[in-house]
């Protein structure tokens, strides 16, 4: 399998254009998950996942709302809400044991991201990111972030982006993300060390590293991996990835 930088490199040699942003965040088997948290999911119905989904250390108690059917294998299980399948811990082996690497794999993403230094913008409108145009960067805020209108992140698919923010991040009311210039939702990462809230009807674009609770609320949808090192709860919600 080629690296990311590899590709990075032949991309430019191929056209001639350099990747602007920092390098990127290594998700490793978090990746594999479109939701992944400690303590559960729970889901409104009906929502809408494309991928899997995956709980750990919390048995499959905690996943709420999905009407299981468990495979005949014991390792994964199903629902008419997930186009893919459900793990937790509880399940038959190999299950807990990958899911542990993932949870690790979640956890070591996350200190990548929040640990990048020397920021292209630092504290950028003061967190009140509604209306702008984002281009690719290293982004620290060490307040929340609030989105009151739309906000469009712009750069070519081999762009990147890292928001980092040491509050809340929170997503108004039908409110989106727009991508712009060819940017890719997997190349932007969220890490959020308070809890992340896209509110009804919202649109959120990028993988979201949360240290706690990621909550979409009705017919909020994200092109995106939402990564909980707590709990993530779907309101008849859409995730893609």
């Not at 942003?21 to 978090?30: E, K, Q």
């Not at 495979?71 to 997930?82: A, E, K």
């Not at 991201?113 to 292209?120: F, H, M």
């Amino acid at each position: 399998m080629f690296s990311s930088l590899f590709i990075v490199s032949f991309l430019t040699a191929l056209t001639g254009v350099a990747a602007v942003g920092p390098a990127a965040v290594n998700l490793r088997t978090a990746g594999n998950f479109a939701i992944l948290a400690k303590t559960g999911v729970s889901t409104v119905p009906p929502s809408v996942i494309t991928g899997s989904v995956g709980i750990s250390p919390i048995s499959a108690t905690g996943l709420t709302g999905f009407s299981l059917t468990m495979d005949s294998s014991g390792q994964s299980s199903t629902s008419i809400q997930v186009v893919g399948k459900l793990f937790a811990a509880s399940y038959a082996a190999p299950t807990p044991s990958t899911l542990t690497t993932a949870i690790s794999d979640m956890g070591t993403a996350f200190n990548d991201a929040s640990g990048r230094v020397n920021p292209n913008f630092n504290n950028l409108a003061a967190g009140l990111l509604g209306g702008l145009t984002l281009a690719p960067g290293l982004y620290k805020w060490t307040t929340a972030v609030n989105i009151a209108t739309d906000v469009t992140i712009a750069g070519s698919p081999i762009d990147t982006w890292i928001f980092q923010v040491s509050g809340s991040m929170t997503i108004a009311q039908g409110k989106k993300m727009i991508l712009a210039g060819g940017a890719l939702s997997k190349n932007i990462v969220w890490v959020v060390a308070s809890g992340v809230t896209a509110g009804a009807g919202s649109h959120i674009e990028g993988v979201i590293l949360g240290k706690t609770l990621i909550t979409l609320q009705t017919g909020a949808t994200a092109n995106s991996r939402l990564l909980a090192q707590t709990f993530v709860a779907l309101q008849k919600a859409t995730v893609l990835n």
